[in-house]
């Protein structure tokens, strides 16, 4: 009973007058947007490896948060800690000799508390948390601290301390939003009906702030509960929004049964919802099941329907739609086709005709239906000339009739593209395919005249930036104008640094040097690749600028990450991230700070993802430092033995890594790929037997170190069956050997820039050019060459 308690939670947190807090006003009331998939960091392990580092004794230590150090007895609780493992850091935690220290340092001990929570003994954390006064002791971290022992006490039925600990919590601070769920837990809890009452007040406060908060959908369904006898036309409404937004979940089941108890007090619309066999319901459930996947389903379930419905319906085009996609998504793309034919029978002058149109003519293309494909594809630019599938679909048709043969039809289809859509974003791919047809008939002066009198080129991502260029000098080269085109190499790789096509153009500036064979490229080429990538290259520090430093935000983060708890760090960090997004100087300091407290899935993607512009140029002494930070050396000690032991060069196992996983060793993909190199199980369990590891699990890919192992063993078998091309143990990561080995059967004779063009797969095309970029750049950094080889000419399969 807390009927007084009530009085003094009431005037702390439930003036229902109040405005919404100043962050969800800002942000809109979404939760914080995570800055990467993260997981725990690597702790205190730098200084136990190296890598080979260009000059690191003349980089200055950057900035640093503080950390636990290597010999500290917390070390391996808070390596626990980042790795989630809490019954081994609270096994460690008992030990008596870390008592004295435990109460020398109140955030050791707010540690602690939290390993026992995760651990499963809520009450010793909430004697750990009733001994400090939080407020005096953890003023940084008060609100983390009283929401914990909130989470406590509700665990251990002290609804009294579960109120007043979540009540405690400020309504500036991000956790707000969860405190006001606990604080609703705990009224509720305490039984009496005014603090029923009041715990409607808080859920519909939180409701009104947070709508699509992660625990909305709960707090609906506790709100609605509450509410059945006093104000069941509310509750009926909150059941019906459950029902319809999260209609495959368990809730929505409970939610049609307490509507169904509720009939009485039912609008006609809502008992209308009830009804499991209208079209909109079907819908409902399709399009959850069409998000989830379940793509059989779908098609299943919607084929039934369809059959019961009356032909005018205005479901039908949308529900023939998602059976239509769910073929695609199962690459049925044959029995796709006949329903796409349906919607545009049956849906024409609808939004639903040019979705057919464009999915339609790709489904008939993949099935092998190339004519068919042209009809459909003409239709989109015929009919919707001003839509954006419109270039998209020209562009389709000019490949379409370079694989017929049909070499000047689709140079005329490409022409008009570029005519009609210049600006267009398939504009490059256009201009490409069109070199690509004068090199096969050798016509290396159209290549050259068409590049020169463009105006702009349109290659805007890192697939294409600097391409046509390269291919105007490599026509050069072919046309035997060999001064013409070392000057068109060198001005590609002036133009678009530590890109894929400036890392090909080096390899041709030594190729014309008749010398391939040296570690360092860049050593051949000469004053053309020394001035932009010399090698005794020192780092400028990132300076910390004052204005983080004040943030309470920062100093959350900080000791957070101190003390291992990165996830609960992420949260301050998204939001310090948004709050200073237009000070790029800010972000760097963040970035570097990350950096240096190992936490890389988080500082490389905010440099990777929200910090502009810095790739624009060669690393300098200045901004050296941002491109360690965007491809840093985790794990340094098992990646560098692996590497020697399967003589792997370390840049192609970092590049990898960063592509796959972002260096999380956690992330698990939708195909079940686990862990820093993303192993699937067949791969992973082949790899481990032939690797001598004989106790082999799925889930021990979760472990950094063995992950490496199998991923290193990997890429050892790709090298062996490649001839250690770096292009090709790449291109065979992400598409398979027997696709790599069907490639170079079909076009192996190409050398390596045209053979990367002509991989049919766009994804692993993209992949192959964008891990090649982060290898050179990682070989740049960290290794012995400034610029690596690739051989142009590829091994026979």
């Given at each position: 009973?807390?009927?007084?308690?009530?009085?003094?939670?009431?005037?702390?947190?439930?003036?229902?007058?109040?405005?919404?807090?100043?962050?969800?006003?800002?942000?809109?009331?979404?939760?914080?947007?995570?800055?990467?998939?993260?997981?725990?960091?690597?702790?205190?392990?730098s200084?136990?490896f190296?890598?080979i580092?260009?000059?690191?004794?003349?980089?200055?230590?950057?900035?640093?948060?503080?950390?636990?150090a290597?010999?500290?007895?917390?070390?391996?609780?808070?390596?626990?800690?980042?790795?989630?493992?809490?019954?081994?850091?609270?096994?460690?935690?008992?030990?008596?000799?870390?008592?004295?220290?435990?109460?020398?340092?109140?955030?050791?001990?707010?540690?602690a508390?939290?390993?026992?929570?995760?651990?499963?003994?809520?009450?010793?954390t909430?004697?750990?948390?009733?001994?400090?006064?939080?407020?005096?002791?953890?003023?940084?971290?008060?609100?983390?601290?009283?929401?914990?022992?909130?989470?406590?006490?509700?665990?251990?039925?002290?609804?009294?301390?579960?109120?007043?600990?979540?009540?405690?919590?400020?309504?500036?601070?991000?956790?707000?939003?969860?405190?006001?769920?606990?604080?609703?837990?705990?009224?509720?809890?305490?039984?009496?009906?005014?603090?029923q009452?009041?715990?409607?007040d808080?859920?519909?406060?939180?409701?009104?702030?947070?709508?699509?908060?992660?625990?909305?959908?709960?707090?609906?369904?506790?709100?609605?509960?509450?509410?059945e006898?006093?104000?069941?036309?509310?509750?009926?409404?909150?059941?019906?929004?459950?029902?319809?937004?999260?209609?495959?979940?368990?809730?929505?089941?409970?939610?049609?049964?307490?509507?169904?108890?509720?009939?009485?007090?039912?609008?006609?619309a809502?008992?209308?919802?009830?009804?499991?066999?209208?079209?909109?319901?079907?819908?409902?459930?399709?399009?959850?099941?069409?998000?989830?996947?379940?793509?059989e389903?779908?098609?299943?379930?919607?084929?039934?329907?369809?059959?019961?419905?009356?032909?005018?319906?205005?479901?039908?085009?949308?529900?023939?739609?998602?059976?239509?996609?769910?073929?695609?998504?199962?690459?049925?793309?044959?029995?796709?086709?006949?329903?796409?034919?349906?919607?545009?029978?049956?849906?024409?002058?609808?939004?639903?005709e040019?979705?057919?149109?464009?999915?339609?003519?790709?489904?008939?293309?993949?099935?092998?239906?190339?004519?068919?494909?042209?009809?459909?594809?003409?239709?989109?630019?015929?009919?919707?000339?001003?839509h954006?599938?419109?270039?998209?679909a020209?562009?389709?048709?000019?490949?379409?009739?370079?694989?017929?043969?049909?070499?000047?039809?689709?140079?005329?289809?490409?022409?008009?593209?570029?005519?009609?859509?210049?600006?267009?974003?398939?504009?490059?791919?256009?201009?490409?395919l069109?070199?690509?047809?004068?090199?096969?008939?050798?016509?290396f002066?159209?290549?050259?005249?068409?590049v020169?009198?463009?105006?702009?080129?349109?290659?805007?991502?890192?697939?294409?930036?600097?391409?046509?260029?390269?291919?105007?000098?490599?026509?050069?080269?072919?046309?035997?104008?060999?001064?013409?085109?070392?000057?068109?190499?060198i001005?590609?790789?002036?133009?678009?640094?530590?890109?894929?096509?400036?890392?090909?153009?080096?390899?041709?500036?030594?190729s014309?040097?008749?010398?391939?064979?040296?570690?360092?490229?860049c050593?051949?080429?000469?004053?053309?690749?020394?001035?932009?990538?010399?090698?005794?290259?020192?780092?400028?520090?990132?300076?910390?600028?004052?204005?983080?430093?004040?943030?309470?935000?920062?100093?959350?983060?900080?000791q957070?990450?101190?003390l291992g708890?990165?996830?609960?760090?992420?949260?301050?960090?998204?939001?310090?991230?948004?709050?200073?997004?237009?000070?790029?100087?800010?972000?760097?300091?963040?970035?570097?700070?990350?950096?240096?407290?190992?936490?890389?899935?988080?500082?490389?993607?905010?440099?990777?993802?929200?910090?502009?512009?810095?790739?624009?140029?060669?690393?300098?002494?200045?901004?050296?430092?941002?491109?360690?930070?965007?491809y840093?050396?985790?794990?340094?000690?098992?990646?560098?033995?692996?590497?020697?032991?399967?003589?792997?060069?370390?840049?192609?196992?970092?590049?990898?890594?960063?592509?796959?996983s972002?260096?999380?060793?956690?992330?698990?993909?939708?195909?079940?790929?686990?862990?820093?190199l993303?192993?699937?199980?067949?791969?992973?369990?082949?790899?481990?037997?032939?690797?001598?590891?004989?106790?082999?699990?799925?889930?021990?890919?979760?472990?950094?170190?063995?992950?490496?192992?199998?991923?290193?063993?990997?890429?050892?078998?790709?090298?062996?069956?490649?001839?250690?091309?770096?292009?090709?143990?790449?291109?065979?990561?992400?598409?398979?050997?027997?696709?790599?080995?069907?490639?170079?059967?079909?076009?192996?004779?190409?050398?390596?820039d045209?053979?990367?063009?002509?991989?049919?797969?766009?994804?692993?095309?993209?992949?192959?050019?964008?891990?090649?970029?982060?290898f050179?750049?990682?070989?740049?950094l960290?290794?012995?060459?400034?610029?690596?080889?690739?051989?142009?000419?590829?091994?026979?399969?």
């Amino acid at each position: 009973m807390i009927r007084n308690l009530s009085k003094i939670t009431l005037a702390l947190a439930l003036s229902l007058a109040i405005p919404l807090p100043a962050h969800a006003q800002s942000r809109g009331d979404a939760p914080p947007t995570e800055l990467a998939q993260s997981t725990p960091r690597e702790a205190g392990s730098s200084a136990r490896f190296r890598v080979i580092e260009r000059f690191p004794e003349r980089d200055p230590a950057p900035p640093q948060i503080p950390s636990i150090a290597p010999t500290s007895p917390f070390a391996p609780i808070i390596e626990d800690v980042e790795r989630n493992n809490w019954a081994s850091a609270h096994r460690k935690l008992q030990n008596p000799e870390l008592r004295p220290l435990l109460n020398d340092d109140a955030s050791l001990r707010f540690l602690a508390a939290t390993v026992a929570m995760e651990a499963g003994h809520p009450a010793q954390t909430l004697a750990i948390l009733n001994a400090l006064d939080l407020e005096a002791d953890l003023p940084s971290l008060a609100d983390y601290a009283s929401l914990l022992k909130a989470r406590a006490a509700l665990a251990t039925d002290d609804a009294h301390t579960a109120t007043l600990a979540a009540a405690s919590v400020d309504d500036q601070s991000l956790l707000y939003p969860d405190a006001l769920t606990l604080l609703a837990d705990a009224l509720q809890k305490a039984g009496q009906p005014e603090d029923q009452k009041r715990a409607v007040d808080v859920l519909e406060l939180f409701l009104n702030a947070y709508p699509r908060h992660s625990r909305a959908a709960a707090a609906r369904e506790q709100l609605a509960t509450l509410l059945e006898a006093q104000n069941p036309r509310r509750a009926a409404e909150l059941f019906s929004h459950i029902r319809e937004q999260r209609p495959l979940s368990e809730a929505a089941a409970r939610a049609t049964q307490r509507l169904r108890a509720l009939d009485a007090h039912l609008s006609d619309a809502q008992r209308q919802l009830l009804d499991d066999t209208t079209p909109e319901r079907a819908l409902t459930l399709a399009r959850a099941r069409f998000d989830l996947h379940q793509s059989e389903r779908v098609i299943n379930d919607l084929n039934a329907a369809l059959e019961q419905w009356p032909e005018d319906a205005p479901q039908r085009c949308e529900a023939l739609y998602l059976i239509a996609r769910s073929h695609t998504k199962l690459r049925q793309h044959s029995a796709g086709t006949p329903v796409y034919d349906r919607i545009l029978e049956q849906c024409a002058d609808t939004d639903w005709e040019l979705r057919a149109l464009y999915l339609g003519g790709r489904g008939r293309w993949n099935s092998g239906d190339r004519q068919g494909a042209l009809a459909l594809f003409e239709r989109i630019w015929q009919e919707y000339g001003d839509h954006s599938y419109a270039d998209d679909a020209m562009y389709f048709a000019a490949r379409i009739l370079r694989s017929e043969d049909h070499p000047d039809d689709a140079r005329q289809r490409l022409q008009a593209q570029l005519s009609r859509y210049p600006e267009g974003d398939m504009a490059k791919d256009a201009h490409w395919l069109l070199l690509r047809e004068y090199f096969d008939r050798d016509d290396f002066q159209a290549v050259i005249d068409h590049v020169d009198n463009l105006d702009k080129t349109g290659e805007d991502d890192l697939y294409t930036k600097g391409r046509l260029h390269y291919f105007r000098a490599r026509a050069l080269l072919q046309a035997g104008r060999t001064d013409e085109a070392a000057q068109a190499f060198i001005k590609v790789a002036h133009d678009h640094p530590m890109t894929y096509y400036a890392l090909l153009s080096f390899n041709q500036l030594a190729s014309l040097q008749s010398d391939t064979t040296g570690l360092d490229i860049c050593a051949t080429v000469g004053p053309a690749c020394e001035d932009h990538l010399p090698a005794n290259v020192s780092s400028d520090p990132v300076e910390l600028p004052e204005d983080l430093q004040r943030d309470p935000g920062f100093q959350k983060a900080s000791q957070l990450l101190t003390l291992g708890l990165t996830s609960l760090a992420r949260r301050e960090l998204t939001a310090l991230r948004t709050r200073h997004a237009s000070n790029t100087s800010t972000l760097w300091a963040l970035a570097s700070l990350l950096d240096a407290a190992h936490a890389y899935p988080i500082s490389h993607d905010l440099a990777r993802r929200h910090i502009h512009g810095w790739m624009d140029a060669y690393p300098t002494q200045s901004t050296r430092r941002h491109w360690s930070i965007a491809y840093p050396t985790p794990f340094k000690d098992a990646l560098t033995r692996y590497a020697e032991q399967r003589r792997l060069n370390p840049a192609i196992i970092y590049a990898i890594m960063r592509e796959e996983s972002g260096f999380n060793p956690r992330i698990e993909s939708w195909a079940n790929a686990r862990g820093l190199l993303q192993l699937i199980e067949p791969t992973a369990r082949r790899i481990a037997q032939k690797d001598g590891l004989g106790d082999f699990s799925f889930d021990l890919l979760f472990d950094p170190t063995l992950n490496i192992r199998l991923g290193s063993a990997y890429m050892r078998e790709l090298a062996d069956q490649t001839g250690s091309h770096p292009a090709l143990i790449i291109a065979g990561y992400n598409g398979g050997f027997g696709n790599v080995s069907s490639w170079l059967k079909e076009f192996g004779h190409e050398d390596l820039d045209l053979f990367v063009e002509n991989i049919p797969y766009g994804q692993t095309r993209d992949y192959t050019k964008r891990v090649l970029m982060s290898f050179w750049i990682y070989s740049y950094l960290y290794g012995d060459a400034r610029v690596p080889a690739l051989p142009f000419t590829l091994p026979s399969p």
